[in-house]
Nanobody, 128 residues
Framework: KVQLVESGGGSVQAGGSLRLSCTAS????????FGWYRQGPDNKYELVAA??????????NYLDPVKGRFTISQDSAKMTINLQMTALKPEDTAVYYC???????????????????WGQGTQVTVSS
């Protein structure tokens, strides 16, 4: 059984930093995209950061509002996906979910049913 377990959420003041981690267990695949969603309005989830693999090239992609502030990375040996968040703003407040998909992660989804694997979520709260 595949499990994604997130950690690292919390509360910070604006301008602060947090590092989210997601550890995958029971997962094996030749190729996959991985990333982090957060819940936005209308019960939709927006893809904040992802590493997209096309042919033999992998590149990070970021939602415009977080470019330059968030960095996504992976420790392949530990099957851990990280999201380093800096210069946090109150509008970054959300529940963040890590996700893995063997085909592609869409920019907007309606939840866990839209991707292959989905974490339980971790709360990030940024106060002004």
């Amino acid at each position: 059984k595949v499990q994604l377990v997130e950690s690292g959420g919390g509360s910070v003041q604006a301008g602060g930093s947090l590092r989210l981690s997601c550890t995958a267990s029971g997962f094996r695949a030749d190729r996959y995209d991985f990333g982090w969603y957060r819940q936005g309005p209308d019960n939709k989830y927006e893809l904040v950061a992802a590493v997209v693999t096309y042919r033999d090239t992998s590149e990070p992609n970021y939602l415009d509002p977080v470019k330059g502030r968030f960095t996504i990375s992976q420790d392949s040996a530990k099957m851990t996906i990280n999201l380093q968040m800096t210069a946090l703003k109150p509008e970054d407040t959300a529940v963040y979910y890590c996700a893995i998909d063997s085909v592609a992660l869409l920019p907007i989804v309606r939840g866990a049913g839209s991707v292959d694997y989905w974490g339980q979520g971790t709360q990030v709260t940024v106060s002004s």
